[in-house]
């Protein structure tokens, strides 16, 4: 059975070691490189299951590298986890906003580092086996949903959508007039185990409000609740 291959991106050589060594152990195949551009070089030759991304590294930080490779055809589907000493929300909110699938700081245990990168890669299982279900696009009013090319439309015009934003939209237009809370989009989008803070809810929808222009008003507040996407009569919460 083919290994599943971890891409590591970290500049201190003894944490890089450290991974190196626990996911090896667990049978993971494991690339280390330790800047931004080498990052970005061998991402799209290697084609990892995941890649560990550091955010303080030399010369392309990690956040500019996770933007950069979203914005990638080749790259933008491969799972990312942040790996990081800086644990501020606003930190947390940035990478995430950048398409950070999960995040993990400095110091963590091994046993910590091994469950959240499983948890990723059964959700990235799960979405590829539903992905390949999808006959096509799903259209709802001016939106089309393209899983198969991870690709949203709005009257004809292509979004640049982070992952957070994407899998946010899917979501809440999979199931328009339905009311959501922050936590049931993070459960839903993420999976349970997955902790994030509400603002980085709000970020997210923010960006997508932005990008959807004049059609932003499809994702709602629906104060004191959460969010939904309005159904297709227009209707709108209270």
């Known amino acids: ?3 599943k291959h971890i891409l590591v991106a970290e500049d201190d050589e003894t944490i890089s070691e450290l991974i190196r060594y626990n996911l090896e152990k667990h049978g993971f195949h494991v690339s280390r490189y330790a800047s931004g551009e080498k990052v970005l070089l061998h991402a799209g030759a290697d084609m990892p299951e995941l890649i560990l991304l550091d955010i303080l590294l030399p010369g392309i930080d990690g956040i500019r590298v996770c933007r950069l490779l979203r914005e990638e055809e080749k790259t933008r589907a491969i799972p990312i986890i942040m790996v990081t000493a800086k644990g501020e929300e606003q930190d947390i909110v940035e990478g995430l906003e950048a398409g950070a699938d999960d995040y993990i700081t400095k110091p963590f245990s091994p046993r910590v580092l091994l469950a959240r990168l499983q948890a990723v890669l059964r959700r990235g299982s799960r979405e590829g086996v539903a992905s390949e279900k999808t006959a096509g696009p799903t259209k709802v009013r001016e939106l089309s949903i393209d ?22 939209l899917v979501f809440l237009a999979g199931r328009a007039g339905w009311v959501f809370t922050r936590q049931q989009i993070v459960e839903a989008v993420r999976g349970g185990e997955y902790h994030v803070t509400d603002r980085a809810v709000d970020v997210a929808i923010f960006g997508l409000r932005k990008k959807l222009g004049e059609y932003g008003g499809y994702v709602e507040t629906v104060r004191g609740i959460g969010y939904r996407f309005v159904d297709e009569n227009g209707e709108t919460g209270a």
């Not at 899983?147 to 946010?168: C, F, H, M, N, W």
């Open 1 to 3: 059975m083919k290994k």
């Open 147 to 168: 899983p198969q090319r991870y690709q949203v439309t709005v009257a004809g015009k292509r979004l640049d959508l982070t992952v957070t934003e994407y899998q946010i």
